[in-house]
């Protein structure tokens, strides 16, 4: 009898244990091997809830954990944690793990018939004086998540600052105004979201500073101060500085491909391992990569992009683990959609922003539209901005922003559907959206907006 082949995946989370268990589903322990090295304790797990742990909204870390380790290993996946792959080894096929238990065995190589890269992101940790101080955290596991409820339960925590204004930024402010905490969110951009064009971001700044967030824009961070104790004691910018008893970083994630380049693989512009679509590295026939550390195609650019989110990840899992399996996927691209919320505020994007239409050379005409989630005259209708671009002379839609109240974000939902679809803003127009009043004014403030964007790319072919 044949020996089983030996699939080897690196990295525990979402796209790593996806591929792992779609590969299992496939194929028998006697016909592959499956070993996973993941570095932390946990596997399986969602660091986008991490915010919500820490605000009190969900208790963990056992909520966030959809399988652990030792649900991996009842279903045949050898998963080593605590394990850290230190070295790729492409011409003997083989990985050189650690063991970072100090009881445990050191260093070992372990050959390989099919490697799987699923290392992830790293967070952008600037380099300044206190930055390494206690009660700085990044907030990228769940480790990271404990650390900061830790110091959160064991240190008087009246004042809290938040570098950077992104997705983790502006949930980690919310979970922090939750507990209690007087907080100050520094960016250093114009407004608070860059994955939104200044004029949507702006709403945003206004609304977190009605739950009493205060935002500071053009906010270049120097250094974080410490006290005698050598804590963090306040943050300063090139101008003024922040009180903070505690400081979180939500400067955004670069992709963790290090041991990756080392090794001689392929990345692209934004660091992230380049794959074909069945999720295989460049060049390569039996190495595999998904997740946060590789790029992605943008199918409204036509470029390829870093997004990092969960929801890329399984799905890039689930084709490597099919195709390693011996059944065929493909991981065609992406459109850009995400959506966030800052208290009862909801923020979703889809598809390009402004700035980025231009930087790829397209031509576009963008309009905004204002809204309500429901018919105007059904209670508790909320307020709702639409920002929409189409490209001009054909049409086609680029991207939808949105920022309203209750009902806004998961309509973004319309307007990705339309971007994968290639659709045109005047097409859209015919769209079949459900109706009733607690649920939608006549015409759907999507629609309201694409409306507006078809009349517009008129008048301009007409000039």
């Known amino acids: 009898m044949a020996a089983a082949r030996r699939m080897v995946v690196i990295g525990g989370d979402a796209a790593g244990m996806s591929a792992a268990s779609r590969a299992r589903r496939l194929k028998s322990r006697g016909e592959l091997e499956i070993l996973a090295f993941e570095r932390g304790q946990f596997t399986s797990y969602s660091a986008c809830g991490i915010p919500y742990w820490v605000g009190g909204v969900v208790n963990g870390p056992d909520e966030l954990v959809a399988r652990t380790p030792e649900t991996h290993r009842g279903r045949g996946i050898d998963v080593r944690t605590n394990t850290e792959v230190v070295e790729i080894d492409l011409a003997e096929q083989r990985v050189l793990a650690r063991d970072l238990d100090p009881r445990g065995e050191d260093e070992r190589w372990y050959g390989f018939d ?43 925590v009246e004042r809290a600052v938040v570098i950077g204004a992104g997705y983790i930024g502006v949930e980690m402010a919310e979970a922090l105004i ?17 994955t939104l064009d200044p004029d949507m971001g702006r709403l945003v700044r206004d609304a977190m500073s009605g739950l009493g967030i205060d935002t500071v824009t053009g906010a270049e961070v120097t250094e974080v101060i410490t006290g005698e104790d050598g804590r963090v004691r306040a943050v300063a910018t090139k101008v003024s500085e922040y009180p903070a008893d505690l400081v979180v970083l939500g400067l955004g994630v670069a992709p963790e491909t290090g041991l990756a380049q080392e090794a001689g693989l392929p990345v692209g512009d934004y660091g992230g391992l380049l794959t074909d679509q069945a999720m295989r590295v460049r060049g390569y026939d039996n190495i ?9 195609l943008d199918l409204v650019s036509g470029r390829t992009r870093h997004i990092p989110l969960g929801t890329h990840a399984n799905k890039h899992g689930q084709v490597i683990g099919s195709n390693v399996g011996g059944d065929y996927a493909t991981f065609p691209g992406v459109v850009g959609t995400a959506v966030s919320k800052v208290c009862d505020l909801e923020i979703a994007r889809t598809g390009l922003l402004e700035a980025e239409a231009a930087a790829v050379g397209l031509k576009f005409e963008a309009v905004t539209i204002k809204s309500t989630s429901r018919a105007g005259y059904y209670p508790e209708t ?5 920002k929409m671009l189409a490209e001009r002379r054909t049409g086609r839609l680029l991207g939808t922003q949105i920022v309203g109240r209750e009902g806004a974000g998961k309509r973004v939902d319309i307007a990705a559907v339309a971007l994968t679809a290639g659709m045109t803003v005047e097409r859209m127009t015919a769209l079949d959206l459900g109706y009733a009043p607690p ?18 790319v008129r008048v301009a072919e007409r000039h």
Not at 117 to 143: C, S
Not at 178 to 194: A, F, H, I, N
Not at 382 to 386: G, K, L, N, Q
């Open 114 to 156: 099919d490697l799987v890269i699923a290392t992830g992101a790293r967070p952008r940790r600037p380099r300044m004086p206190g930055i390494d101080a206690p009660g700085v955290h990044g907030v990228q596991t769940l480790d990271d998540g404990r650390a900061l409820l830790e110091t959160l339960e064991s240190t008087p």
């Open 178 to 194: 939750q507990r209690g905490c007087l907080v100050t969110v520094l960016e250093r951009g114009d407004q608070p979201m860059s």
């Open 439 to 456: 649920f939608s004014p006549v015409w759907d403030p999507v629609l309201v907006a694409a409306r507006k964007a078809a009349a517009t």
């Open 288 to 296: 595999w990569a998904g997740g946060d550390c590789v790029e992605v």
């Open 382 to 386: 909320r307020p709702m901005t639409v």
